[in-house]
């Protein structure tokens, strides 16, 4: 997230600033008279002590700031939640009973826990045609014989 490059980018800033003689000029990337960005870098700065920045006032600097927020949703990886959920059934399984396996799978993972079932059984049978890996044939899904799978 933004808030976090700017939090490092001040922390690399002032380690690097302590580290250069006088007489070398100061880094372009943040001016040390400049005030703080945000209200997430100014509690971040309050809890620096001796030079060194705790990783939890980093952590709550990005909590308050939003980190991990709506627009930025990490992506499912559905080609590889429908390998292992075919692995696990033996090789076939219903496209039904598929479906609700891998979509309970993403809903169990802490990155995917906010979205809706509705909108995972959406995105599932959206993508699902898209890869040659897997072979639906009626109502049953199987693993593609090896020459035609190529994605």
Do not use: Q
Request: aromatic residues 4%; neutral net charge; hydrophobic residues 35%.
């Amino acid at each position: 997230t933004p808030l976090l490059v700017e939090l490092l980018e001040e922390v690399l800033g002032k380690l690097g600033e302590d580290l250069l003689s006088d007489s070398a000029p100061p880094s372009p990337t943040r001016d040390a008279s400049r005030a703080p960005a945000s209200p997430g870098i100014a509690v971040a700065m309050s809890g620096r002590e001796h030079g060194r920045w705790s990783s939890s006032v980093l952590a709550e600097a990005a909590a308050e700031a939003g980190g991990g927020g709506g627009a930025g949703k990490k992506p499912v990886k559905w080609k590889k939640i429908v390998a292992k959920e075919l692995t696990s059934a033996g090789g076939s399984m219903s496209l039904k009973a598929l479906r609700k396996d891998c979509v309970a799978e993403v809903l169990a993972h802490p990155s995917h826990g906010d979205r809706k079932r509705a909108e995972l059984t959406e995105e599932f049978d959206r993508e699902m045609p898209r890869f040659k890996r897997f072979l639906v044939d009626g109502g049953k899904v199987s693993f593609a014989p090896e020459g035609e799978a190529e994605s």
